[in-house]
């Protein structure tokens, strides 16, 4: 069906009355389809209800009811995370109807240009930055999706002067058919969400429909260090952007390099650099003046700077907000010092890859919390990063033993396996105030779990925020 001019009149059904499902569910019903709202949760656990009914949206609660998809229904809307194999979304597939997340909707919508993120990890610190670098560079961005604001509540109110920069997960790219972005950013793709996807294939093919409607009018910002990544460039209908920690690119690209071509003859310093396409090369920043620590956020720096200067921003404005940035809350957030032991809160971390990364970032020893929801992985990636950078390690969550054993095979002695008790705050705040007990003055403790939180929390920020008020309790 055609957007939005063709959705009055039309039935549609929202699957899911999370954030995304009522706002869709209301932009739908403003240009006059037929909406009804569909919720497995009880009319008792769904307050959202209300507020729809009062503006003549159907909603069923408590369940799917046998009618609720009919060869009538032109369009399904789904919640990112209801699985394809949910009754609804199998039997509207059989009859051949659409079925989207609202990302698709938000882009029929939009009047600006779109930015679209995507990776494994550093996708919400990449947004940010981006967002700081167009603001800089006075370009009127507005962040959303992933993020914070549903995507489609932003793009009805962009403009043809703004950028819409959107944070897309895998979930959502996987149900999308037209959506198309200006720039595309790829920052990464590690082993994570098979639980959801069923297989790497599955999770790579919904990250790359970032890029499947693009034409030589649009630009792909991919991440050459990573091998998937730079596999995927000799496909790309778009112009790519690559970007590199490791190598000097010879074409249009955003790179680090040895500092003396801004003229700093000192092989210690680097500096970020874009090479544009006659071959002329930029200085950004020094990478040791970049705001926040760690080599993966070089990465997103990178890729921030090229999608930047692909939506036409200059140069010299970006500096500054690479300069000043200090971070996305729950992604290596300094929470306070006590007792002359730092701790940091990295609840985002919800694979292998990030919590990898983020010990990569740290200097002093460390006493790691980890675990949480069992999604199959052994966590051996995890045992080099043990081995350099681990002091002590205390496991907590579904995964707790495979975490400890890791621990083991790294050769370390203080390992701690919290039970779970009634309260998930609880048992974090036995976690905590074990890993104090392992904790000597200068070193760290840190919460990079490595796994997803829904095994005792709502969601990683849950987790984040109530780690933070028992580090500020200790």
């Not at 996807?197 to 429909?209: E, L, P, R, W």
């Not at 499947?212 to 730079?230: E, G, K």
């Not at 104090?436 to 929390?457: H, R, T, Y």
């Amino acid at each position: 069906m055609n957007h939005p001019e063709q959705y009055r009149g039309r039935q549609v059904v929202v699957l899911g009355l999370a954030k995304s499902g009522v706002e869709v569910a209301k932009i739908l019903h403003h240009y006059g389809a037929i909406v009804t709202v569909n919720d497995r949760k009880t009319r008792e656990e769904s307050p959202e209800a209300s507020e729809l009914e009062a503006l003549g949206i159907s909603v069923v609660c408590g369940g799917h009811p046998d009618g609720l998809i009919s060869p009538s229904v032109e369009l399904v809307v789904k919640n990112p995370g209801i699985p394809y194999s949910a009754p609804p979304v199998v039997k509207a597939l059989e009859l051949g109807i659409d079925v989207v997340t609202e990302v698709e909707v938000a882009y029929h919508l939009s009047k600006a240009p779109i930015i679209g993120i995507t990776g494994s990890n550093g996708k919400t610190t990449t947004t940010t930055w981006i967002g700081k670098l167009l603001e800089a560079a006075g370009l009127q961005p507005i962040v959303a999706g992933n993020i914070g604001t549903p995507l489609c509540v932003a793009a009805e109110s962009a403009e043809a002067e703004n950028w819409l920069v959107a944070e897309l997960s895998s979930f959502q790219l996987k149900g999308t058919q037209d959506f198309r972005p200006k720039v595309g950013v790829l920052l990464n793709i590690a082993e994570t969400h098979l639980d959801y996807h069923g297989s790497m294939d599955d999770y790579i093919a919904s990250k790359v429909k970032l890029f499947a409607n693009q034409t030589s009018s649009d630009i792909a910002i991919v991440n050459w260090d990573d091998p998937v990544c730079r596999q995927l460039v000799s496909h790309l209908k778009a112009r790519p952007i690559p970007f590199s920690m490791t190598e000097e690119l010879t074409e249009e690209g955003v790179f680090v390099t040895p500092a003396f071509i801004s003229g700093v003859e000192d092989e210690r310093e680097r500096t970020i650099v874009y090479r544009d396409s006659e071959g002329k090369l930029h200085s950004i920043i020094a990478v040791h003046d970049i705001g926040l620590p760690g080599r993966f956020n070089v990465g997103n720096a990178l890729a921030a700077v090229a999608a930047c200067i692909a939506a036409g921003a200059p140069c010299e404005p970006l500096a500054e907000p690479l300069r000043t940035f200090r971070g996305v809350e729950h992604r290596l957030e300094f929470v306070e010092v006590k007792h002359d032991v730092t701790y940091y809160n990295n609840s985002k971390a919800t694979n292998g890859k990030a919590t990898m990364m983020a010990l990569g970032a740290l200097n002093q020893p460390i006493v790691l919390i980890a675990g949480g929801l069992d999604r199959g992985s052994d966590y051996m990636e995890l045992l080099p990063a043990f081995k350099e950078k681990v002091k002590a390690v205390v496991a907590l969550g579904q995964t707790k033993e495979k975490i400890a054993k890791v621990a083991e095979l790294a050769g370390l002695s203080d390992i701690a396996i919290v039970d779970t008790v009634d309260s998930a705050a609880d048992t974090l705040r036995n976690a905590i105030t074990q890993a104090a007990e392992f904790a000597k003055p200068g070193d760290i403790v840190l919460l990079s779990p490595a796994c997803a939180s829904w095994d005792m929390f709502k969601s990683y920020e849950e987790r984040g925020r109530i780690f933070k008020e028992a580090v500020h309790t200790l």
